[in-house]
Nanobody, 124 residues
């Protein structure tokens, strides 16, 4: 079992940056593909980015490509989401998720474990 705890959210002006972190418990973090999702009020949870368990093969939603970067440090059991050039439409609760798989997925239903979420608010 994996427990995930996100941190790093906050309030930032448009054009600014934030780095989210997701710390995972357990000794098998490197066996899990990791994803970031977000959910804005009144909207469905949507895929943001994912990274394979071998620290390669990142994949991004078109809406964040070129602005966000996902990375992981298996030695620290942590996955990161660097968010640059933030826009008001990026405002949402951001969740990290884990999937014990060699493959990454963009569907939220594929992921087994979820964090509690961290709020990101981008003001215009």
């Amino acid at each position: 079992q994996v427990q995930l705890v996100e941190s790093g959210g906050g309030l930032v002006q448009a054009g600014g940056s934030l780095r989210l972190s997701c710390a995972a418990s357990g000794r098998t973090f490197s066996a899990y593909a990791m994803g970031w999702f977000r959910q804005a009020p009144g909207k469905e949870r949507e895929f943001v980015a994912a990274i394979s368990r071998a620290e390669g093969s990142p994949y991004y939603a078109d809406s964040v490509k070129g602005r966000f970067t996902i990375a992981r440090d298996n030695a620290k059991n942590t996955v990161y989401l660097q968010m640059n050039s933030l826009k008001p439409e990026d405002t949402a609760v951001y969740y990290c998720a884990a999937l014990r798989s060699i493959l990454i997925h963009t569907r939220a239903t594929a992921y087994e474990y979820w964090g509690q979420g961290t709020q990101v608010t981008v003001s215009s």
